[in-house]
């Protein structure tokens, strides 16, 4: 059985709804997923196959209109009542921090959109990492263990949690649960980039994190749309669609790249290998396009073709090694 974890706080929601629609174009088909953060109202979302209103969610509002996970009311009430005093957090009741969360405008939008009968009903087995109801602390969660009425206000809560406590307790759990129901290959939305080693599960896990990192820019109207567009081409990349670390480059083969240095002075091949850490030749170009992409400034949202990133590299003057390297390839 093939699973889908959507993990990340608030900022990543638009980022997951665009990986889930590359792997929707790469012919994927899960049959349960997981969520944490935003992740469980995105994973819920997509467990009753309401995949076109999300993108429509994240595609035409911004955080401040949607979620007000970052209200000012919201934050103010939690000061108030220290829930974000890491001190006393572990002995608060969890009821001022659910009056808390009912004030925001996302209750409600939970309670709209996502139906229990529906998560119940479906295909698709439903689960998620929240917090418990009488302590704050994180719990594991099957939609078919969650007591009726409560499914909204555990979504609610799982996306406070990276605020309220963070994820590093709960780290640990998310590929287990979904080995739990006989998943063996898994597909894992890193959204907050976090490092973890999944060679010591028996499941099959694919990532997918940010080629880079998110800012809160993201309250701007335009980010949304753009980390939508990353989380897209970053699940394609994690597919060998494109080539790249923070930028996408077109694939082309090793033969390509072995001829682009065919006139390259072997020693400044070598120099340049050792000053981007890289361990092939193909790895040795790419890296020095991305260097001096990023040193002039071009869009990293772009889908460049080697070839005329190098013809580009050639018209430059700038010195140094790398771009001395750039300027001896072939085009």
């Known amino acids: 059985m093939v699973g889908l974890i959507l993990d990340g706080k608030s900022i990543t929601g638009s980022y997951q709804v665009g990986a889930y629609y590359a792997l929707k174009k790469c012919h994927v088909r899960f049959k349960a ?61 969890t009821k001022k921090l659910e009056e808390g969360m009912k004030i925001s405008n996302f209750s409600a939008f939970v309670r709209n959109n996502i139906k229990e009968d529906e998560i119940n009903s479906s295909k698709i087995k439903y689960s998620m990492i929240s917090l418990k109801k009488n302590k704050i602390e994180p719990i594991k969660l099957y939609s ?61 896990v ?9 800012g809160h820019a993201f309250f701007d109207k335009e980010n949304p749309l753009i980390n939508m567009r990353r989380g897209y081409l970053d699940t394609l990349k994690a597919f060998d669609k494109y080539d790249g670390d923070s930028y996408y480059f077109e694939k082309k083969k090793d033969s390509f790249y072995q001829k682009v240095i065919k ?22 170009v790419i890296k020095a396009l991305e260097y001096m992409l990023n040193s002039t400034n071009q869009n990293n ?27 001896s390839l072939n085009k």
């Open 33 to 93: 997923t997981l969520g944490r953060g935003i992740g469980a109202f995105n994973a819920a979302m997509l467990t009753v196959k309401k995949d076109k209103l999300l993108k429509e969610i994240w595609t035409d509002a911004t955080l401040k209109d949607i979620l007000d996970l970052e209200d000012e009311m919201v934050i103010k009430f939690f000061k108030e009542n220290n829930l974000l005093d890491e001190e006393n957090i572990k002995n608060i009741s």
């Open 144 to 204: 078919d263990n969650i007591k009726k009425g409560d499914l909204a206000d555990y979504i609610v809560s799982s996306a406070y949690m990276p605020l309220l406590i963070g994820y590093d307790k709960s780290n640990p759990w998310l590929v287990p649960m979904l080995e739990k129901i006989d998943c063996e290959k898994i597909y894992y939305v890193n959204a907050d980039n976090v490092e973890y080693n999944f060679d010591k599960y028996d499941a099959e």
């Open 206 to 214: 694919i990532e997918i994190k940010p080629s880079l990192s998110f």
């Open 263 to 284: 006139h390259v002075d072997e020693e400044l091949l070598n120099v340049a290998g050792v000053i981007l850490k890289s361990n092939s030749t193909k790895e040795t």
């Open 301 to 327: 949202m772009n889908i460049y073709n080697p070839i005329d990133v190098i013809r580009y590299g050639k018209t430059l003057k700038t010195r140094g090694i790398i771009f001395d390297f750039i300027r």
